[in-house]
């Protein structure tokens, strides 16, 4: 079965930085629009940022603009999430998706999910 695997949440002060990793398992990222959405305690998912499977195109949710980059290694089957200027309300469960063809706002377009990490920002 296919899989998605994120990494690299954890507990950060705000105005700290943390770098997410999504990694694939027995298929190959390359062709896939990769999505990173979240979810905080209580909330509906929401979708944080999105890449092309080239990298020419990426978009990112207004309370993230400027602080957090999506990028992608298609050599290393590799998608990255850099959060900088990080802030109390960006705490959640983050998880990596993967799509054909084009990014969608929607979670219920995407095929493949990763587990999910937590990112915690508190002082």
């Known amino acids: 079965q296919l899989q998605l695997v994120d990494s690299g949440g954890g507990l950060v002060q705000p105005g700290g930085s943390l770098r997410l990793s999504c990694a694939a398992s027995k298929f190959t990222l390359n062709s896939y629009v990769i999505a990173w959405f979240r979810q905080a305690p209580g909330k509906e998912r929401e979708g944080v940022s999105c890449i092309s499977s080239s990298s020419t195109s990426t978009n990112y949710a207004d309370s993230v603009k400027g602080r957090f980059t999506i990028s992608r290694d298609n050599a290393k089957n590799m998608v990255y999430l850099q959060m900088n200027s990080l802030k109390p309300e960006d705490t959640a469960v983050y998880y990596c998706?993967?799509?054909?063809?084009?990014?969608?706002?929607?979670?219920?377009?995407?095929?493949?999910w990763g587990q999910g990490t937590q990112v915690t920002v508190s002082s």
């Open positions: 998706a993967a799509r054909r063809f084009f990014c969608s706002r929607s979670d219920t377009q995407y095929d493949y």
